[in-house]
DNA sequence: CTATTATATGCAGAGAACCATATATATTAT
DNA sequence: ATAATATATATGGTTCTCTGCATATAATAG
């Protein structure tokens, strides 16, 4: 990869949120509800820095009924992840989250 | 390390002339004039990306006689571009340089 | 059909980053 | 002392980024 390429995933590192977002793509897919209560910003916040980890490829959606489901999509990313924040340890239910997950709708 | 103060490295990375000079630093120490030709940027230009990388404290500068040789500071850094641009195979001697190593004054 | 919930998009002001140009300082050579 | 070389800083205009707020769309429930 060139400089210019590489200089560009980086920016998409280089911002608190994305990187928390990224952080917890890392370990398991999210709908956009769980990453809002995750970094505790607004909705149309989390979609926006979605709408920007998506169109730069770092991460794909599918959707699931009501939900949209996000998840990790770049190798490079999860290692350069794993390198700087270390072992991801997150928590797997959210009590201020009421996607299929957190409520345990979902396994 | 939290979520901004990593972010806060990965800002100095998502820049592809700074990327390039401590692509070139991971390598081995360089003046300013050394790194003003592998990139093709004007002597100030390069100056102030490495003020910027200096007060980040990514590099560190040593003064010797006339030039300023920076060197890379953090381990994390070599670590993540070692994993991203691979391994670094620099030229050692550059046509365009008169630095003290260019001109075979220094090994 | 209407209301509700989940998600996406558009827009704009404030601030930050980028980069050029001009200038300052420090070292060495003549 | 003067000139040349190497490096640093100051300043400013232009362009991006950030982020809040308003609104749009899509799916499901009643």
């Given at each position: 990869m060139d400089y210019e390429t590489t200089s560009e995933v980086f920016q998409m590192l280089s911002h608190p949120v994305r990187l928390q977002i990224l952080d917890e793509l890392r370990q398991r897919e999210s709908c956009v509800c769980h990453l809002q209560a995750v970094t505790g910003r607004p909705q149309a916040y989390i979609s926006q820095q979605l709408r920007i980890l998506r169109e730069a490829k770092l991460v794909a959606d599918e959707k699931d009924g009501q939900n949209v489901f996000y998840h990790l999509r770049s190798d490079l990313v999860r290692e350069v992840l794993d390198q700087t924040l270390g072992e991801a340890d997150l928590p797997?239910?959210?009590?201020?989250c009421n996607c299929p997950f957190c409520s345990g709708e979902k396994a």
């Open positions: 797997r239910h959210l009590p201020d």
